[in-house]
């Protein structure tokens, strides 16, 4: 059973660089078995797929979000990141990190997701 | 390319709940369902279209009809009451993408 935990800074200015990193617990980043995502939920609202990276290290990211985002796999921490640029008060929202199933496509695993907040 | 589903239904105790998400991929690709409570993380319901994931009680059910899948709630109870979402993916399977969300009310 996998564990998943965001951490971050919560409160980032505007045009700065958010990042997030998602520890994963309970079974190996290598693994073949899992992608791994980010979503998000601006405050009231519904969810929003940020993008993802595969075992392999393909990434894939929301079109509307490609030129402002980064994810990436630290193997050595168990942990994969996201970094978000140029980030504007419409980036306020809940952040998910997320253990997407190989062979179903399925979102298995969630983080508790983190509140980050866009305010000078 | 977007997933379109009904901001609200409202059904009382033992009754069924349909909620329907409308695509124009989804005839090409799977459908996946998720149930989130006020302050938590969504959990898992289904999976491509109608598989229900360990754990998840039958009373929860899908369907495909070409370009709308349904996900079905039979003898709701007040435990059900949350936002649900449908994800799909668009017709290349290469971008993720998630419906708007339909909270179901049990009166």
């Known amino acids: 059973q996998l564990q998943l935990q965001e951490s971050g800074p919560g409160l980032v200015k505007p045009s700065e660089t958010l990042s997030l990193t998602c520890t994963v617990s309970g079974g190996s980043i290598s693994s073949s078995s899992y992608s791994w995502g980010w979503i998000r939920q601006p405050p009231g609202k519904g969810l929003e797929w940020v993008g993802s990276i595969s075992y392999a290290g393909s990434t894939y990211y929301n079109p509307s979000l490609k030129s402002r985002v980064t994810i990436s796999v630290d193997t050595s921490k168990n942990q994969f990141s996201l970094k978000l640029s140029s980030v504007t008060a419409a980036d306020t929202a809940v952040y998910y990190c997320?253990?997407?199933?190989?062979?179903?496509?399925?979102?298995?695993?969630w983080g508790q997701g983190t509140l980050l907040t866009v305010s000078s | 390319y977007e997933l379109t589903q009904p901001p609200s239904v409202s059904v009382s105790p033992g009754q069924t709940a349909r909620i329907t998400c409308s695509g124009d991929a989804l005839p090409k690709q799977y459908a996946y369902w998720y149930q989130q409570k006020p302050g938590q993380a969504p959990v898992l319901v289904l999976y491509?279209?109608?598989e229900r994931p360990s754990g998840i009680p039958e009373r929860f059910s899908g369907s495909n009809s070409g370009t709308t899948v349904t996900l079905t709630i039979s003898g709701v109870q007040a435990e059900d009451e949350a936002d649900y979402y449908c994800?799909?993916?668009?017709?290349?399977?290469?971008?993720?993408?998630f419906g708007g969300g339909t909270k179901l009310t049990v009166l």
């Open positions: 997320a253990g997407i199933a190989a062979a179903e496509s399925s979102i298995d695993y």
């Open positions: 994800q799909s993916a668009d017709i290349s399977g290469t971008y993720v993408l």
């Open positions: 491509q279209d109608s």
